[in-house]
């Protein structure tokens, strides 16, 4: 499986000239390819491929000054690019909005700046404290270097295993360099009994409520409220700097802007990383063979504060950006990790259903209350049970499920 480490780097004051310099010669090549592609894709002509591009590019001197690794390394990246923009243009939720890949370029004093530089997976070396990575002749000479950069990174590298490309990275905003090194690792897998089972609600309030089906059923949920509002107030203040940004200057975006967006996005990795890892813990713990997990087709407006209704744009911006993709995508990634099988299946009318009888109930507040049997439980905690049970259900397997499982709160702190 390929996962990702993501360091920081440290380098000098003269590191910082060397790698500044290298990925300004990178994002340099990687204009200059776009604007062959731009060109023919406006011409209508066919759009030279990477290979084609390093063929009519090897003799450039901008080719020359990167060094043909880096410059086939940029270019594939670049192949990537335009792959996923006609994967974007053929899709028809996005249609009509998809731009061209861009370039590396501040439009302002019309220069080229350090974007991206891709170091090719034999080029490259990384301890537990540098990286190494190789360097074009001249600037060798000017700083007196010999063999490769060395250079000085935070943090750890999680995944061990096959090493892929390492993509390097300049944010201008917040005036750092990261690296990200791609490696192929093998799961570990753990033990499990095929009759045990969980179920996944995600939802706003509690980011994440999970049945475990074991010998002794029950439910841990986590209650996501302190992060939904602390989520909320950055995104407001967003919304009101962009809406200066705008009035004043006609920016959609600024570096107080991006780095408010940064942070808003951290730290919500950061508590979903945190939730996952609590929540495998209980997965392992229980010999769980299987996840399943609802698609989220449940997830409107009456899941809202009160104070955000009928605000078009901030219901949309929760929508888009509260990032259940990123927690679906990291759940998905842990089970594969342990060998434990995950699938997503179609919640739709779970939530509306008593469990104990089967009548619908309208949902209406946090509670779940049932008028023909009388079944009281919390919402969440339903729309968890019935997903299992609808899994059950479509794949004829007959396990009892408990309908008042015993419930625990997790509260992980932001
Ligand atoms: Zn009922």
Redesign the pocket.
Known sequence: MIRTNTIELKPTKQEKMILKDLLVRSSAMWNLGNYKKRQAFFKKSRIPSSYKLAEILKTHPLYIVLGSAYAQQILNKLQEAWNSFFGLLKSKKVRGKVGLPRYFKNRRVNQTTPGLLICRNDCYRIDNQYIYISCPKDLKQAYGIKGLLRVKYNGVLNWKGKQKRMELKYIPYIKKFYAYQVVDTDPTPVEYNSHHLSSGDIGIKRYLVNYIKNTKDFVVLYPSQHVFKEYMKLSKKILKLQSIAKKENGLYSTNRIRRLFLKRKRKLANYVNNIIADFCKHLIDNNVSKYIVGDLSHIRDTELPVYFKNKKKVNMMIQNFWSFDLLIQKLRNKCEQFGIEFEQINERGTSST?P????K?KPNDRTFK?K????KQDRDVVGSIQILNKYLQDNNMNLRVENHPIVSSILIEN
């Open positions: 008593c104990v009888c089967g009548k109930v049932c023909n049997c009388g079944y």
